[in-house]
Nanobody
Framework: VQLVESGGGLVQAGGSLRLSCAASGNIFNGYVMAWYRQAPGKQREFVARIFDSSRANYADSVRDRFTISRDIAKNTVYLQMNSLKPEDTAVYYC?????????WGQGTLVTVSS
């Protein structure tokens, strides 16, 4: 079982990036998929999550700028990030939570320059 993130990189403030998280194995359906991030010197924090119903919730700091979505056919969850700010700079991690298990990806670095 693996979660593989991609799409990170360097972007100027105000720009956009789309992160992807490809899930292997039978962990996509029935799991709550989420994105977290960890900035240098800070604790990992919640960014967004999406449920089977496609209902989503967001951290206050990213609401109205970020959108989480999932493509069940591709076993992939996305994080569209718009109007990026320097404070969004962090390693972004994909997370999958089931009834009895919890998986993390290796992370992808997003750097927003001012």
């Amino acid at each position: 079982v693996q979660l593989v993130e991609s799409g990170g990189g360097l972007v100027q403030a105000g720009g956009s990036l789309r992160l992807s998280c490809a899930a292997s194995g039978n962990i996509f359906n029935g799991y709550v998929m989420a994105w977290y991030r960890q900035a240098p010197g800070k604790q990992r924090e919640f960014v967004a999550r999406i449920f089977d119903s496609s209902r989503a919730n967001y951290a206050d700091s990213v609401r109205d700028r970020f959108t989480i979505s999932r493509d069940i056919a591709k076993n992939t969850v996305y994080l569209q990030m718009n109007s990026l700010k320097p404070e969004d700079t962090a390693v972004y991690y994909c997370n999958a939570v089931g009834l009895n298990d919890n998986y993390w990806g290796q992370g992808t670095l997003v750097t927003v320059s001012s």
